[in-house]
């Protein structure tokens, strides 16, 4: 694949866009800041630390990417119900 100049993009390069495409495409409001990690159904927001916080663009991706999982569970959206356990939770 290559841009509009002609300049290659390496396969990394190619995944990070393709990340940071598909998050805009949700329309999520997602702050940077901090360092946790989590969303608020209050305002309807993802919280996330920087970018060059993470070990590396991967797992950004993947963080950022299960964050807008629970976002999906807003009512104004597919109202999920992820069920009344939270993580670490013992059974």
Do not use: C
């Amino acid at each position: 694949m290559h841009n509009r100049f002609s300049f290659p993009y390496s396969r990394r390069a190619r995944s990070r866009l393709a990340s940071m495409r598909s998050a805009v495409a949700t329309g999520a409001i997602i702050r940077h800041g901090g360092t946790m990690v989590y969303y608020a159904p209050g305002p309807d927001v993802i919280q996330l630390p920087v970018p060059e916080t993470f070990r590396d663009a991967e797992s950004y991706a993947a963080t950022k990417a299960h964050e807008l999982t629970h976002w999906t569970k807003h009512p104004s959206r597919f109202d999920r119900d992820f069920g009344s356990e939270r993580f670490g939770d013992t059974r």
